[in-house]
């Protein structure tokens, strides 16, 4: 658990507290007075500060394990896509990188084969494709739901996943939990700033709409919604949710790959041929040696 506070003296003080509020007989007392308050003060303001981080900051919840999806061999790559069921309003940044952080924080510090796993936000900002923050082209290979569901066989290409239609709509949670709509009945509204090919729509991530009227100006971004059908508004309906209106974010990992099954040696090709020669070499001995004893001694001349 993080401690969230600290505990700090008054501005002007020369202690913990004014320790001369109350008289004293002698200045002799009120010098004992003030070391007594320092060092007495001090733990009854730890122990306060604990009990309140006690409170409000929870305990971080277990790292999530990615199981490889069935069907893959080794040496087979594959990316994770996931929705956040967490929702913020927060969508003031026109920097990518706050984006990939949330995401990031949503998976938990997931792992695969013991190795953390590093996360990207399907999303756009007014300076960064969504199509490049992924990175669609380097890292082109088949998506799935943690829970083992194919979303799209590719990025790129008639059937990727930028082609505006889906295997499987992306609406679990990194740990494979469904995620819920809107409290409303709505779709799981998720901010995306993208259209369906992978590039930034006219309302990015970031976007400030101008106050009117004397009313205040808010954030936008477009949106898609998880929990809808499969098609295009996965990542774009066409409209745009507000920072009044809390949403997800959808992510996906970096590209995984498929170990070799554990306790399977590895044959080393140079290593066989001196094993194989010596293997041969021992044959070669004990024959020789047969031959040597089953031969028949030499008949003495009379």
Known sequence: MTLACMIRKPVGASSWFHHEVLPTPSHTARLRLRRTSRWLSWPCAAAACLWACWLVVPAAAGLVSINTPAGLAPGDHFRIAFVTGSTTTDISSSDIASYNLFVNTAAGGATYNG??????????TATVNAYDNIHSTTMNDPVYLAGGALVAP????????WSGALVNRIATDIDGTVVSPEAQGGDRRVFTGTLVDGTVSSTPLGSYQSGFFGAPGYFKASNGQATGYTDAAWIS?????NQYAPSSFYGISETLTVAAPSG??????SGLASALSLVIGSVAMLEQRR?????????AAS
Do not use: Q, W
């Open 115 to 124: 190795s953390a796993v590093t996360f990207y936000a399907i999303g756009s």
């Open 154 to 161: 590719s990025i790129t290409g008639a059937n990727g996943l």
């Open 237 to 241: 309906t066409g409209g745009f949710a």
């Open 264 to 269: 399977v040696p590895e044959i080393d090709p």
């Open 291 to 299: 031959r040597g004893t089953t031969a028949k001694p030499a008949l």
